[in-house]
């Protein structure tokens, strides 16, 4: 007998069933050879039935009609259900789908009613039958009593049915005996090997015919069969054909045994699968050089494919990924996910994607977390639930976009806090970028102008509009579409002018023009820094003037002291010895008195000449001042002049040379007095500025101030405006003289309401560089 | 009749005061610098030393500390310029009687060497010290 796991082939599918229309109106009775059958079967030991694709019992051998009792008559055809049931299917109808699923039955159970009445157990065997033009025409059965003996198994392979079982056998098919010797190959084989069945039965072993990697291994489906007598299905393998050319096959093999169990060969039926194995190729070529790991598992969780990412994600041979469960590699976010698909999938929705985005270690030997792009799909793919899960590293992605963005912070931060003003503006004149140093300079902020477009005439006039866009175009201040360093004007939201130093340039993309961008640095502080470096230079230039005249007066005057000394003497003596006479006392007189005239202008200039303060001691500043106006009040210049002294109370106690600022106070009152002509006000101030520890000291007249032409010229030595005789053109110079040396500064400018202001700074702790200590 | 020691590198000074002390009933000795002036005095017959400060060969500081080692109580007057104030109060310091300064008037002159010899205290000053 024959025993396998053969699965019909398709297409004999429904041809036992009583409702196919179809195949009953193409494959009619007529078409059955009944003649054939009882020429053959009529003297068959064993009763026979043969039956139509409508079910209709055709034929019946003498056998079959003793067992039965029945026999075929035309006016009342006898259906095979009338006698014959499928064990535990009355209705017989799961026969049929039995064998249009196995293309075969062997030794099915099923009951046979006899012509006793009796419905005795019997063993069924069938065979669909064709004609020679491979229609399906019915098929063949034969019944044995369940407890009897199937007789000679050589008999029966080689008699008509079993040879017609195996002719017809839709797929290339070989039988071996135990030693492996081919004793059968079907027409399907012989055409796909190249060999004839005369060449091959007998002669040569199925190893010798196919020429698998498996022949000769334990891997043999055919050995393997026979040794375990287990049927295996689907086995992949590679033939070689007569001109060696390689063919894929999935292999079915089984056992053959006889009436006692005992193998006594196998079989071994092949299916050519190169579309298959070609398409599997190029599958696996799309998934091998996809940048995605891509693996696909079966419902019950086993990895069945991985492409070699997915390998190298895992640090894994992929090889090694076949067969594991997938929540051995996964995390739980992922298997949760998967299993909330397998829920939802069902006939109405056979397929469920989900897309997320995951960051984490992916496996332990990895210290750096990473952050992959994941696409779970789980697939109804037949009765199978398949998983397919895409991951993308996108590390890298983040990697690089996040330094894109740390390098774009650092541009914009170095655009944002750029002491310059930065200013974009697209082709249309909007504007991109209004940077921190823009606002500051041009007083707009950014959010009222970025997004708008900004007329050029709110921030230049028209012809420095102009006169930009001409230099932008030409070679005059860098290159053409640049400028570089330009002094140009600036407006200001509240309507200031704002000097700066300006720089321009195109911006294009693909030579196309798509913006602008100005920089421009404020010039107003370094040009307020220049006016005062110069006004400080002139100031110095002055100063080292001063002193010069001073040192050159004071080494005159000390010469002129000794002859001083000698007129002086003899004047005196003179005096004395012309008592008596009045005209020459006179004359005398007048000598003493220009001579102590020397004297004083020689006191007055040493000390101006003096280069450092006779002493530092602690003193009150206001006490001072308010000193130096009581004695000048009471003096008959000061009688019709007002002075109003305000003084700040709590100025700290300053140290240095009292006597010598009475003496600036007591000069510079003195000269007011004189400016005003005896008639006016003096207002005296004192300030104290904690910041600076400086006192600031104001002297103001109410005169007709200074001609601005000399305002420079007042603190020389020798200058004066008094006639000759009236004043030295020194009081000033000591004046300033002594300031300098307290670490101070004089300035003076006309009052705006007439009259001349001196200013005085003095720090109230007199640099000790200036001091000479004399007591 | 008192002796008084001029000592003054200007000859023209020198003899002004030679005569104007002269004039006054002094008896006057002269000496160009204050080496010179140092060997008069150690003769014994000086009351008062009317020296200018500065001086070639020897000044008024180095003949203030000699005679002061050799003559504790003679009085010695500081003629001085006044660009050199300051060492006109360092002889102060060191032991001078007083100081006139240049161009001074013979009256004040008269009357700080009357002081110096009667060992009065110096008459009250007319020009103003710079402290």
């Known amino acids: ?93 799961a026969l049929p789908d039995r064998c249009l699923e196995q293309g075969s039955l062997n030794g099915v159970q099923v009951r046979l009613k006899k012509h006793t009445g009796d419905w005795a157990p019997f063993a069924l065997s069938a065979q669909l039958t064709r004609d020679r033009d491979g229609r399906l025409t019915g098929c063949v059965a034969v019944v044995r009593e369940a407890s009897s003996s199937p007789g000679n198994e050589d008999t029966f392979l080689k008699g008509p049915i079993s040879s017609s079982i195996i002719n017809n056998f839709p797929m290339p098919f070989y039988t071996v005996d135990t030693n492996l010797t081919i004793t059968y190959m079907n027409d399907h084989l012989e055409k796909v090997t190249g060999y004839s069945r005369d060449e091959v039965v007998n002669r040569m072993t199925c190893a010798e015919l196919l020429r698998t990697e498996q022949c000769h291994t334990k891997d043999c489906a055919i050995k393997q069969a026979m040794l375990n007598r287990t049927p295996i299905a689907g086995l992949r393998r590679v033939i070689h054909d007569r001109e060696g050319r390689k063919i894929p096959v999935a292999a079915h093999a089984s056992m053959i045994t006889d009436s006692e169990q005992n193998v006594i060969g196998g079989f071994e039926a092949i299916r050519d699968i190169t579309p298959l194995v070609e398409a599997e190729q190029k599958i696996g070529m799309i998934t091998e050089i996809a940048q995605q790991g891509i693996l696909m598992a079966e419902e019950n969780r086993r990895i069945v494919f991985a492409n070699s990412k997915m390998g190298e994600m895992f640090e894994l041979p992929k090889e090694e990924l076949i067969g594991r469960d997938i929540s051995e590699l996964l995390p739980l976010q992922h298997l949760k996910i998967i299993e909330g698909l397998v829920k939802k999938v069902d006939p109405d929705h056979p397929q469920q994607m989900l897309l997320c985005s995951t960051i984490q270690p992916f496996s332990p030997s990895l210290q750096e977390y990473r952050a992959f792009e994941t696409c779970i799909i789980v697939s109804l793919v037949g009765k199978s639930v398949l998983t397919y899960v895409f991951f993308r590293d996108i590390t890298k992605n983040i990697e690089v976009e996040r330094q894109l963005h740390n390098a774009n912070s650092f541009l914009n931060n170095i655009i944002r806090s750029s002491a310059d003003g930065i200013v974009v503006v697209d082709d249309e004149g909007k504007v991109l970028i209004f940077n921190e140093g823009a606002e500051r300079i041009l007083g707009y902020r950014a959010e009222e102008v970025v997004g708008k477009q900004i007329a050029s005439s709110q921030i230049y006039s028209p012809e420095v509009a102009r006169e930009i866009m001409r230099l932008m175009r030409g070679n005059d201040y860098g290159p053409p579409g640049k400028i570089t360093s330009l002094r140009v004007t600036l407006v200001r939201r509240d309507g200031e002018d704002v000097p700066v130093s300006f720089s321009s340039a195109i911006i294009k993309k693909d030579d196309r023009e798509i913006g602008s961008v100005g920089i421009f640095s404020d010039l107003r502080e370094r040009i307020r820094i220049r006016k005062e470096l110069e006004e400080a230079k002139i100031q110095l230039m002055q100063t080292e003037k001063i002193a010069s005249v001073g040192r050159l007066a004071a080494g005159v005057a000390h010469e002129i002291n000794n002859p001083l000394s000698g007129i002086l003497l003899y004047a005196d003596m003179l005096v004395k010895e012309l008592a008596d006479n009045p005209q020459w006392s006179a004359d005398l007189q007048e000598i003493i008195d220009q001579t102590l005239r020397c004297k004083e202008i020689v006191t007055r200039l040493l000390e101006f000449s003096r280069q450092s303060v006779g002493q530092r001691v602690p003193f009150e500043i206001n006490h001072t001042i308010n000193r130096s106006a009581e004695l000048l009040a009471r003096q008959s210049l000061f009688h019709d002049i ?131 200590f004399t007591c | 009749m008192h002796t008084i020691i001029v000592v003054d590198d200007e000859k023209v000074i020198r003899e002004g005061l030679r005569r104007l002390l002269s004039l006054e009933g002094y008896r006057v000795l002269t000496a160009e610098n204050g080496r010179v002036a140092l060997d008069l005095i150690r003769s014994g017959c000086v009351d008062v030393v009317l020296c200018d400060l500065k001086m070639p060969v020897m000044g008024a ?10 003559h504790a109580d003679l009085p010695v007057v500081i003629v001085t310029g006044q660009g050199s104030m300051d060492n006109a109060i360092e002889c102060m310091k060191k032991g001078a009687y007083d100081f006139v300064t240049k161009p001074f008037r013979t009256d004040f002159l008269l009357s700080v060497l009357k002081c110096a010899i009667e060992r009065l205290p110096p008459p009250p000053r007319l020009q103003k010290l710079p402290f």
């Open chain 1, 1 to 93: 007998m024959i025993s396998g796991g053969h699965k019909a082939c398709p297409y004999v599918t429904g041809a036992f069933s009583d409702g196919d229309e179809i195949r009953t109106k193409k494959m009619g009775a007529e078409v059955l050879n009944v003649e054939f059958f009882r020429q053959c079967f009529n003297e068959f030991p064993d009763p026979v039935i043969v039956a139509d694709t409508e079910g209709r019992v055709r034929f019946l051998n003498h056998a079959a009609q003793t067992l039965t009792g029945r026999a075929i008559k035309e006016e009342s055809p006898l259906a095979w259900s009338d006698f014959l049931r499928l064990d535990g299917d009355p209705s017989l109808r």
């Open chain 1, 642 to 772: 007002e002075f109003v002294i305000d003084l700040q109370p709590d100025i700290p106690q300053m140290t240095g040379d009292p006597g010598q600022l009475q003496q600036v106070f007591t000069n510079l009152i003195i000269n007011a007095g004189s400016a005003m002509n005896g008639k006016g006000k003096i207002v005296i101030t004192s300030r104290f500025d904690p910041e600076c520890e400086e006192v600031s000291l104001q002297f103001a007249d109410s005169g007709l101030g200074i001609d601005p032409d000399i305002m420079n010229k007042i603190f020389e030595p020798f200058f004066t405006t008094k006639r000759p005789g009236e004043g030295t053109g020194l009081g000033l110079s000591v004046v300033y003289g002594i300031i300098q040396q307290h670490g101070g500064n004089i300035e003076v400018k006309n009052s705006e309401l007439g009259g001349a202001i001196f200013t005085m700074t003095l720090p109230l702790e007199c640099p000790e560089d200036n001091i000479e």
């Open chain 2, 61 to 70: 500081v180095e003949v203030l500390e000699e005679v002061r080692r050799t």
